[in-house]
């Protein structure tokens, strides 16, 4: 039927952006940024959020040409360096209060660990979410736990949360108890594991 076509045309679509775009220093790789790619085209006037400021922050601004983008990032040097190269997309600077080492600790905390965003960021209505930030490669870092939590709370009915590096164990447990295994819809490998989450 016509959301088939609409889906296959969606993916053609995401294969001709991600081969024009200039994929230089994006951590990403083609076969995980194409379900994210194939959602957000598919949404008329998307609404995304991206936890994380990076190389790919213009990208997504680009394949959400027709919507609202937000980014949610922690660290000031790395608003700076990116705001110059963003042209409608918005920075929202936040503070995270969590590490690492002590995710298993705080996986029953719940609500407690939704992030204070700036007003205009609702609850229950973003199309899209990408949970890609902040960093969590090492015990002292802040990890995604309230990303993930906060992710939650801000996908409206009908959206997607995506989850990247899902087969780190800190992603992995609070991917599963507050997006649900059963939502999971989308698994991908390329430089990590990339789940895709259905509300």
């Given at each position: ?10 993916t ?13 220093g ?7 940024l ?5 959602a ?5 006037k ?6 994380g400021?990076?190389?790919d ?7 959400n ?16 360096k ?6 409608t997309a ?5 503070s995270y ?6 995710w298993?600790?705080q996986?029953d905390s719940?609500?407690?660990?939704k992030?204070d965003?700036p007003d205009?960021?609702?609850?229950k209505s ?14 002292h ?7 993930i939590?906060t992710a939650?709370n ?10 990247h590096?899902?087969?780190?164990p ?11 295994e ?8 390329g ?9």
């Amino acid at each position: 039927g016509s959301s088939h076509a609409a889906r296959t045309a969606a993916t053609t679509a995401s294969i001709v952006e991600i081969e024009k775009a200039d994929l230089r220093g994006i951590q990403l790789e083609p076969a995980e940024l194409a379900p994210i790619v194939n959602a957000i085209l598919r949404l008329p006037k998307c609404r995304l959020i991206v936890f994380g400021c990076g190389n790919d922050s213009s990208f997504w601004e680009r394949i959400n040409c027709d919507g609202r983008t937000i980014f949610i990032e922690d660290d000031q040097e790395w608003i700076d360096k990116i705001r110059p190269r963003l042209t409608t997309a918005e920075i929202a600077k936040v503070s995270y209060e969590t590490r690492v080492e002590k995710w298993a600790e705080q996986i029953d905390s719940g609500d407690s660990l939704k992030l204070d965003l700036p007003d205009g960021i609702e609850a229950k209505s973003w199309d899209i979410v990408l949970v890609d930030g902040p960093a969590g490669y090492a015990p002292h870092l802040p990890g995604r736990s309230q990303s993930i939590v906060t992710a939650a709370n801000l996908v409206a009915p009908g959206g997607t949360v995506f989850v990247h590096d899902c087969e780190r164990p800190l992603e992995k447990a609070f991917a599963s108890r507050y997006l649900g295994e059963h939502r999971r819809t989308i698994s991908v490998w390329g430089r990590a594991l990339l789940n895709g989450y259905s509300f």
